[in-house]
């Protein structure tokens, strides 16, 4: 069965930083990857996607994520934090292992940015 | 265009009441999913609706948790005498297909607060 584990529940960097948050998955077929962002009091928004069609996938807000099949691993990465970034991310994996449309949520990093 | 909403925004409710809580999704999406977070906790996935098919409600967490989706559209999911365990927000998504390898749309969420 898909799985999704990000490691590490809270990540804190400084202004400026580079911000790397964590995620692998676990597949038995090739998965579809996603990377959603929560604001406070808001619902999720998508930040990026992998479908199989490049590795390294480039997202809204500067961030990007690279599949790696040999680590099963989607991190996240952004070279420069911003205040804004402040927020709850969570890493997602889908396909038909999971039934087609149903998606496996990892539990969420919250990232706090110190100025 | 219109994203998917939900309604109420906020929700409080006595313990042992019922509540109704509704979600109207992205025009033409064919799939809607309910999930629960709670507190500092990840998504709890609850039931999700794919065209005419039977729904999935393997993640209902009891019998006093319900949904419907009428008309392929709007959807209501049901809590039958609340329980103070039952506060939390509850999030709808709806995908297309069509659209991209199961994508989600999140709407803001109806915040539940038993008391």
């Known amino acids: 069965a898909q799985s999704v584990t990000q490691l590490g529940s809270h990540v804190s960097v400084s202004e400026g930083a580079l911000v790397l948050l964590r995620c692998n998955y676990s597949?038995?077929?090739?998965?579809?990857l996603f990377w959603y962002v929560q604001y406070p009091n808001q619902g999720l928004q998508l930040l990026l996607k992998y479908t199989s069609a490049a590795t390294l996938v480039k997202g809204i807000n500067g961030f990007e994520a690279e599949f790696k099949k040999s680590e099963t691993s989607f991190h996240l990465t952004k070279p420069s934090a911003h205040m804004s970034d402040a927020a709850e991310y969570f890493c997602?994996?889908?396909?038909?292992?999971?039934?087609?449309?149903?998606?496996?949520f990892g539990a969420g990093t919250r990232l706090f940015v110190k100025a | 265009g219109a994203g998917v909403s939900q309604s109420p925004s906020n929700k409080v409710t006595e313990k042992g009441k019922d509540v109704e809580l509704r979600c109207d999704p992205i025009?033409?999406?064919?799939?809607l999913y309910w999930y629960r977070q709670s507190l500092g906790q990840g998504l709890e996935f609850l039931i999700y609706?794919?065209?005419?098919?039977?729904?999935?409600k393997s993640g209902l967490p009891s019998d006093r948790f319900s949904a419907e989706r009428t008309g392929g559209s709007v959807s209501t999911l049901t809590i039958q005498r609340t329980q103070q365990e039952d506060s939390a927000v509850y999030l709808c998504?709806?995908?297309?297909?069509?659209?991209?390898?199961?994508?989600?749309?999140f709407g803001p969420g109806t915040r539940l607060t038993v008391t």
């Open positions: 997602a994996v889908s396909g038909e292992e999971t039934g087609g449309f149903k998606t496996i």
């Open positions: 025009s033409g999406h064919t799939a």
């Open positions: 609706f794919q065209g005419n098919s039977a729904p999935d």
């Open positions: 597949s038995s077929v090739p998965p579809y």
């Open positions: 998504a709806s995908s297309n297909r069509d659209r991209g390898p199961y994508e989600q749309y």
